[in-house]
Structures are given as structure tokens and as C-alpha cells.
Nanobody, 125 residues
Framework: QVHLVESGGGLVQPGGSLRLSCVASGGTFSSYWMGWFRQSPGKEREFLTAISRAGRNTYYVDSVKGRFTISRDNDKNTVYLQMYSLKPEDTAVYYC??????????????????WGQGTQVTVSS
């Protein structure tokens, strides 16, 4: 089965930057739409951004548009989330997810069948 592993989280000061990586094994990475989500304590898991299979199309929610960039390298089976100008409210566990079907654009929550274990991002002074 497809296995996703996130890395790159950690502690960063407000205004700082961080790049998350998500490496996939199993399946065919280039056939999956990929997305990033986050979840903070007491809140629902929040969709952030998605990228199409070849990386030609991306989507961002307004709260991260202009600050976060999603990209992928299919030769490395990896999707990235580059985060700039981080704010304390960005503190959360960040998850990558993959979808092998497309119910809409961006993919529907129910389209995502593969999830990573999450990596903690803490933005604090």
C-alpha cells in the first residue's frame, strides 16, 4: 500500500521559513494528486493546498496564498511545502495526503486515500 512520510517540521520564530517534505513509497507517485493539510489541538483538519499529478496546477486556500508554495518532484517521489512568513497561528501538525481519483478541483476530502503520519510545526518566540 502507499506509504507517506513527512519530515522537516520543527520550531521556528514568527516570520521565519520552513520547508516540509513528504516522501511516498509504494504505488505510482506520479499518478496521484497530492495535498497538504494541518490540524491544531481542538480544531478540524484544515485543507491548505493541492497539486496536480504533473505539478502543472496548484490550489491554495486564502489563508496561506502568497506565503506557502506546494511543489513536487516525481523523480524523487516527493511533495514539498515551502512556508514563508510563518505566524503563530500556523502552529499545527502538518499532513500530506494523496488521491488517486479526482472528484473535483481541488480534490475533495474524500478523494484522499493515503495519509502521512504528520510532522509538528511550532511557530513561537
Amino acid at each position: 500500500q502507499v506509504h507517506l512520510v513527512e519530515s522537516g517540521g520543527g520550531l521556528v520564530q514568527p516570520g521565519g521559513s520552513l520547508r516540509l517534505s513528504c516522501v511516498a513509497s509504494g504505488g505510482t507517485f506520479s499518478s496521484y494528486w497530492m495535498g497538504w493539510f494541518r490540524q491544531s489541538p481542538g480544531k478540524e483538519r484544515e485543507f491548505l493546498t493541492a497539486i496536480s499529478r504533473a505539478g502543472r496546477n496548484t490550489y491554495y486556500v486564502d489563508s496561506v496564498k502568497g506565503r506557502f508554495t506546494i511543489s513536487r518532484d516525481n523523480d524523487k517521489n516527493t511533495v514539498y511545502l515551502q512556508m514563508y512568513s510563518l505566524k503563530p497561528e500556523d502552529t499545527a501538525v502538518y499532513y500530506c495526503a494523496g488521491a488517486d481519483r479526482l472528484g473535483g478541483w481541488p480534490p475533495l476530502r474524500t478523494d484522499y486515500g493515503f495519509w502521512g503520519q504528520g510532522t509538528q510545526v511550532t511557530v513561537s518566540s
